[in-house]
């Protein structure tokens, strides 16, 4: 099987993009926001319980995509989970630039971190706002 | 097929783009000719003798240049008229594209002949250029868009079509082969859009390199088509328009080359085709498209029909064979292309496969998002044949949607 193919679809992506976590809605939610790829039609819900000291406590996605656009939903509500929103913006920033082959600064994100599974994305160009959909959709959320 | 095959080894070597190797490594498989097919050597040669040797505005100036241009664009606009048998060169336009082709429709007959609450139909399978210049009216104008049903086999139901017509009903605008199922629009359609007094316009956009247009036996009033699809550069658009249409409706846009006479006080516009030309056309491009419609004519357009019609029947029935695949739409009337999606993966992952293994395939909505939901799919996959294209690479195409079912469903 071709490496590139096999960096793209690692275990854990299949897995993600097979069964998501955090599926489903927030019960409370102060933030949300809809993701939509126009150009393949993908599309993602978010919704988020953010407290008053910007921890998020609880974040939910619903959608449908391709794998890509799905393991990256369910591994973001994952890493966000718990997580400080200054902080959380920067793992965006990270990600992005992870995805688009540039991991040379990353702060947030290492070698030993699930998030790292998607890098192989950088090899197929197109595919990269598959991945990227529901960190955008996050951070639309947090303009509301 | 031994027909097809010698055909056909000759045929590839016309377009350099076919020895790429992909990743380095893989002979590329070009199955997305719907969305734009490649470009044989004697358009790219002459695209580039044009601009080294006969480049100039056209229509405008009285020298030597000038005339060479413009005898080359206006030969172009000849070579369209036969090839979609038009009766007259004045009821062809140039524009940038097929999508610009309908816009201008939509504007300049809506302009002429329609107002608040009269009916356009279209189908539930348009792709979206031959729906939101429509919607344009709806939402400006406060006409009414009516849809025609999809059958199960991937066709307008023509008995749903005629049950839509009213004595509003001005227009119908609908896809003459299917840019996702490959079917042809039923004939009958044409002949009860002329018993009721409605005009029509076909999007011939995927037809006009796969099919012989007759526009008089079409009995159309509008056809519009991409150069970029039939061989030809991107840039160039055709609108045919009945020459009695184009002359009563009004200008698209305004500029230079459309006028007559200019005043401070008013302007009359010039005589077709050059009424709907304002600006410096696709000059090259209408070149380049005139040369690539040689080039079908010179391999002959029954013998691409006879190709391709195989090229189809081999592909659905091999495709057929793998229990994991559903194709949309059934039954014979398929041309050049087939949509499909394999059981639990979505279409990018099987189209981010192929293209590993050198395999161009459209994944995705294809620019047809009412019709994914009436079939119940978010995407598709798309395979597409052009002239070039042949059934050993079909069956590297099956090999490999083995491959990628095995990879994803363990």
Avoid at chain 2, 131 to 158: C, H, M, Q
Avoid at chain 2, 221 to 234: A, E, I, L, N, R
């Amino acid at each position: 099987m071709n490496d590139l193919l096999k960096e793209l679809y690692q275990e854990i992506i299949l897995d993600h993009g097979k069964e998501p976590r955090n599926f489903g809605e927030c019960e409370t939610h102060n933030k949300s926001a809809h993701g939509h790829n126009p150009l393949c039609g993908d599309k993602v819900s978010l919704t988020l319980f953010v407290d008053d000291d910007d921890i998020i406590k609880d974040i939910k996605f619903s959608g449908e995509g391709c794998a890509i656009s799905v393991a990256s939903a369910s591994l973001m509500t994952e890493k966000l989970k718990g997580k400080k929103l200054s902080y959380a913006e920067n793992m965006f920033k990270d990600f992005t630039d992870l995805v688009k082959g540039s991991e040379d600064s990353l702060s947030t994100i290492d070698e030993d971190d699930s998030l790292y599974a998607l890098k192989g994305v950088k090899d197929f160009p197109m595919r990269v706002k598959c991945a990227t959909l529901a960190w955008h959709t996050f951070k639309n959320a947090l303009k509301e | 097929m031994n027909k097809d095959k010698t055909l056909h080894k000759d045929i590839r070597k016309d377009f350099p783009i076919l020895s790429k190797k992909i990743l380095k490594t893989k002979d590329l498989v070009y199955f997305d000719t719907a969305a734009s097919a490649q470009k044989p050597q004697v358009v790219i040669d002459e695209l580039n003798q044009f601009y080294k040797s006969h480049y100039s505005n056209v229509s405008r100036g009285v020298h030597t240049l000038s005339v060479e241009s413009t005898l080359r664009y206006e030969d172009a606009r000849k070579k369209v008229q036969s090839f979609i048998n038009a009766k007259s060169e004045n009821e062809i336009i140039f524009t940038k594209s097929a999508t610009e082709s309908i816009n201008l429709v939509a504007q300049t007959f809506y302009d002429k002949y329609m107002s608040a609450g009269d009916e356009i139909i279209l189908s539930l399978m348009e792709h979206h250029s031959n729906l939101i210049p429509w919607y344009f009216l709806r939402d400006k104008y406060g006409v009414v868009i009516k849809f025609a049903n999809i059958t199960e086999s991937g066709e307008i139901d023509v008995n749903h079509f005629e049950s839509l017509i009213t004595p509003k009903t001005k227009i119908a605008a609908l896809t003459h082969l299917s840019n996702v199922y490959g079917s042809k629009i039923d004939e009958k359609i044409s002949s009860i859009c002329k018993r009721n007094n409605v005009a029509i316009l076909l999007d011939g956009c995927q037809s006009a390199a796969h099919l012989k247009i007759d526009v008089q036996k079409l009995e159309c009033d509008f056809f519009v088509f991409s150069g970029h699809k039939t061989y030809g550069p991107s840039g160039i658009g055709v609108l045919y328009g009945k020459e009695n249409l184009l002359n009563e409706m009004p200008p698209y846009q305004g500029g230079g080359g459309m006028i007559g006479e200019v005043t401070t006080d008013k302007v009359s516009y010039a005589e077709l085709p050059a009424k709907y030309e304002a600006g410096t056309p696709p000059i090259a491009e209408a070149h380049g498209l005139g040369i690539a419609i040689d080039y079908m004519n010179n391999i002959g357009i029954e013998n691409i029909i006879n190709h391709e019609e195989e090229l189809t029947k081999y592909a659905y029935e091999k495709i057929n064979e793998l229990d994991f695949v559903e194709i949309y739409g059934v039954g014979d009337n398929r041309n050049s292309i087939i949509s499909f999606n394999i059981e639990n993966i979505h279409s990018h992952e099987v189209s981010s496969f192929l293209d590993v293994e050198g395999i161009a395939v459209r994944a995705g909505h294809h620019c047809c998002q009412p019709l994914m939901k009436h079939l119940g799919v978010n995407s598709t996959s798309r395979l597409s044949f052009g002239v070039y294209n042949t059934t050993d690479e079909v069956d590297i195409f099956i090999n490999a949607l083995i491959k990628c079912k095995e990879f994803f469903i363990k």
